[in-house]
């Protein structure tokens, strides 16, 4: 059941054997249990388990749901698997076994296509902006380590197994934020008179959201003030949207409610800004009342999962929020970058959001009680105190905690995050890449194509974009990723070394692939992931060095469709191109950024990759013809 919850009436609950037993005396014409651990179920028929009720893993679900369809009278499934939040909230405890295992993803490999997020519908799988578009990263902070991602066809995952992750706090273990010095003891505003001060706590499910109203209730209640919590959580998953309302009082009669009213917010903890702007929260905010410590850094939601170009609206949520309790009632850092490198886990964002509002003199209550509250909540204390500090040095000279952010950045980076650049600087990146990819050769190839697209739209008075969008997507089509390029990606010094700077012990590196000339085939005809071991970075390194037979005699890999269908696109974008330049003019040159743009579509590997390129040829061909003939264009739209 979600969230732990009991099964059934007895105390012991019910067991799924027992449900079993229950849906075969009550005549279900066949009965499947479907499950995550399918090795669970053995034996078990010696203990109970009705005969002749298959075991089927999780994957083949959706067969399972095929052929029941077709069986005449009542069909049950039983699903097996443990709540997600509930696996993480077991582990924190101890009372769950922590697989060793990490899925990690190269981006330099990931396309951005989001057949990760399609297969496993993950929150965890996020969106990462890097200099090359779009890719996807793996919050290790909030992954339960279902590793369903790495069914997407995709060979940019690998996984680690062993050793841990390393904790950036004890790498940096002569930084602490109280080496910064001693800050000012801020003197905290009070409930008016007979009044109480109305908190709230605005999060994501299972990040400690409830937990930080239960913090501030047992701080109160320390200090023998009046208190009221109430907890309203949404969905029973990590990714739901959370509160918890907290009411402060000088007394227990000075609160009235158990809630916090319309508009009688004294404080909102805005620990995800997109909570902290949803109409619930917006609700409790008034002008000149409500002080808003915000977390900027905004946690994708199930959106991400379905679109993935879904814009992240953590700006426009924090000018929502601006506009509600004016300029001077919000305050806001990236809360998620102090945490993430200052103590290693996003886990701890809420207790810093809270001590960057006390130090902002919103809280009511003593510094020693809310570091008392969280020494008898006995979890992670040491790390829960230091986060608060960490948010009260941000609170009080976030410059400082900012210099000690780009301190922490160790390691080579496979690709730099996305920066705002020239024509210039974006053409010598892509040439540089191409080098490597290739040779000289065929990197000046790009350059003077490009050059010769600059020239033509250097008549219109000084536009840049279709060259941009030219210099950018005709090295995607140039830059394909083949059998040599992600083996020389994998095997890429930069990407060991950050796997390196991630990880401490005894760990090994698994790589899951779908080599074309020996991957077996599901059912739909599509290439099978396989999971291989160590040795495979030996055989990156060697077949990384024959990039040179690319697209030659002896390119073994070149003769599949895939690998033509990929060079042949290169030669059908100039040509189109060429054709958009000749022609080219004030009044269809956003048409002509449109069609060079074309490429962006084009994402994934082997069947995603066929998919897409479908979609992308029929809308290519669309704006091929609006721009030769823009007036039959007009007329048929």
């Not at 990760?116 to 890097?130: A, F, K, Y």
């Not at 009082?249 to 805005?270: F, H, K």
């Not at 953590?314 to 309790?325: F, T």
């Not at 999971?531 to 390119?555: E, H, Q």
């Amino acid at each position: 059941m979600t969230g732990g919850q009991q099964i059934g009436e007895r105390p012991e609950g019910l067991s799924v054997i027992q449900i079993a037993q229950n849906m075969r005396a009550e005549g279900a014409a066949k009965i499947t249990i479907v499950t995550d651990e399918p090795e669970k179920y053995q034996g078990a028929e010696a203990k109970g388990l009705p005969s002749g009720i298959e075991i089927q893993h999780r994957d083949k679900l959706d067969a399972v749901q095929r052929e029941f369809r077709e069986i005449p009278g009542t069909t049950v499934i039983i699903y097996d698997q443990t709540c997600a939040t509930e696996k993480r909230r077991r582990r924190k405890r101890g009372t769950m076994v922590d697989p060793a295992v990490r899925v990690i993803i190269n981006e330099a490999v990931c396309e951005g296509c989001g057949d990760c997020s399609v297969q496993s519908n993950c929150l965890s799988v996020e969106p990462l902006e890097t200099e090359f578009g779009r890719k996807r990263t793996i919050n290790q902070s909030t992954c339960n380590k279902d590793t369903s991602c790495l069914k997407g066809f995709c060979p940019s995952f690998i996984t680690v197994e062993g050793g841990q992750l390393k904790k950036k706090a004890k790498a940096k273990a002569s930084v602490s934020p109280h080496e910064l010095g001693t800050l000012p003891e801020p003197v905290q505003q009070q409930p008016a008179p007979g009044g109480a001060w109305g908190i709230v706590v605005a999060g994501v499910g299972g990040t400690g959201v409830i937990t930080i109203g239960q913090l501030l209730g047992m701080a109160a209640h320390m200090e023998g003030k009046g208190i009221v919590t109430q907890d309203a959580a949404g969905l029973a998953q990590k990714g739901g949207a959370t509160w918890s309302h907290v009411l402060i009082g000088e007394s227990q009669d000075d609160i009235r409610t158990t809630r916090v009213g319309m508009a009688a917010a004294d404080l909102i903890l805005g620990c995800d800004p997109i909570v902290a702007a949803n109409k619930e929260t917006m609700l409790r905010m008034r002008e000149g009342r409500t002080h808003v410590a915000l977390n900027s850094h905004g946690t994708p939601t199930a959106a991400f999962v379905k679109d993935g170009a879904w814009q992240n609206p953590s700006e426009r949520c924090a000018a929502d929020i601006a506009r509600a309790v004016g300029p001077t009632g919000l305050s806001r850092f990236d809360a998620d970058a102090v945490a993430s490198q200052l103590l290693g886990d996003t886990l701890y964002v809420n207790p810093m959001i809270l001590g960057y509002a006390w130090q902002k003199g919103w809280v009511p209550l003593r510094r020693e009680s809310l570091l008392r509250a969280m020494e008898l909540n006995n979890v992670q204390v040491e790390n829960n105190k230091a986060a608060f500090e960490w948010g009260r040095q941000a609170a009080h000279d976030f410059s400082r905690v900012e210099k000690l952010l780009t301190g922490t950045a160790g390691g080579a980076q496979v690709i730099e995050f996305k920066k705002r650049e020239t024509l210039e600087s974006i053409i010598a990146r892509r040439v540089e890449f191409l080098t490597g990819y290739q040779d000289a050769a065929y990197a000046d190839q790009y350059r003077d194509f490009v050059a010769q697209v600059q020239q033509a739209e250097s008549r219109l008075g000084g536009k840049t974009t279709l060259s941009e969008a030219v210099a950018r997507y005709l090295f995607k089509l140039m830059a394909y990723k083949d059998e040599y390029e992600v083996a020389r990606l994998h095997s890429d010094p930069a990407f060991q070394q950050r796997i390196a700077d991630m990880f401490e012990g005894d760990y090994r590196i698994n790589y899951h692939l779908a080599p074309p000339m020996t991957a077996e085939r599901n059912d739909k005809g599509e290439l099978l992931k396989k999971k291989y071991g160590p040795s495979m970075l030996r055989n990156f390194k060697l077949l990384a060095k024959l990039k040179g037979l690319r697209g030659g005699a002896l390119d073994i890999f070149g003769k599949t469709e895939e690998r033509q269908t990929e060079r042949a696109l290169i030669q059908q974008y100039r040509a189109s191109i060429e054709e958009v330049l000749q022609g080219l003019n004030s009044e269809n040159h956003a048409t002509a950024v449109e069609i060079a743009r074309i490429p962006e579509q084009i994402k994934g590997y082997g069947h995603v990759k066929e998919r897409n390129l479908k979609a992308a040829r029929t809308r290519w061909a669309e704006l091929m013809a609006q721009y030769r003939d823009p007036q039959a264009a007009r007329q048929v739209a």
